[in-house]
Each structure stands twice: as C-alpha cells, then as structure tokens.
Nanobody
C-alpha cells in the first residue's frame, strides 16, 4: 500500500489543523493505521492508532483530548484532527500502516509509511 500524508502547514499556537493520509494500491480497511511525528533531533514519537474498521483508537497520553484519529475506509483515508496546537507540536507528521502491528505504539511495528507532512506551530 502507498500512503501520502498531507494537510500540514504553519499555524499559530492554539489553532487547529487536520491531516489526511490517503492510501492507494490496497484497501485501507486491511490495515491498522497510526500517526507518528518526529521533531528535529528527536526520535519518532507515537501519536495515535486506529483499528481496521475504526472501532478502537489509542492515543499517547500527552495528546489525548487534543488530537483525534479517524478513518473513512470508503475513501481510503485516515485523518488526524489536531486542536489547541502548541509550539512543541512542531514536527514532521507521518502516517503508517500495518496489517497486524505487534506493538502499535512502536514505529518499527509498521510496514508502510507515508512521506511525512510538516507542521509548524508559531508562538
């Protein structure tokens, strides 16, 4: 499956962005989907994951309540709604897919990755 993330940009602190991850080549409903981010000089960090049909979601604790992951399998797209953005949210955001990640918070558990989209939050 090929993934393409988009929707990033420059936003002021307190603002919102919605990222999208469009899949092609395979039906997205076969995959658990995750969102990760990586800031300069830091490791790739788990944000959220969603089950194949969207019935179950999981979030990194510090982002729970601000970020919302969702999916529309009919459109082969996964979303990340980001609210109340902070300067420390500045990073490249990646979507990832795997049929059965052993540990969904671990970047190494995902086989397929999008190219990343830059999110910059100004203070």
């Amino acid at each position: 499956v090929q993934l393409q993330a988009f929707g990033g940009g420059l936003v002021q602190a307190g603002g919102s962005l919605r990222l999208s991850c469009a899949a092609s080549g395979r039906t997205l409903s076969s995959y658990v989907m995750g969102w990760f981010r990586q800031a300069p000089g830091k490791e790739r960090e788990f944000i959220a994951a969603i089950s194949r049909i969207g019935g179950s979601t999981s979030y990194e604790d510090s982002m729970k309540g601000r970020f919302i992951i969702s999916r529309n399998n009919a459109k082969n797209t996964v979303y990340l709604q980001m609210n109340s953005l902070k300067p420390e949210d500045t990073a490249v955001y990646y979507c990832a897919a795997d049929r059965a990640p052993n540990y969904y918070t671990n970047p190494g558990a995902y086989e397929y990755w999008g190219q990343g989209t830059q999110v910059t939050v100004s203070s």
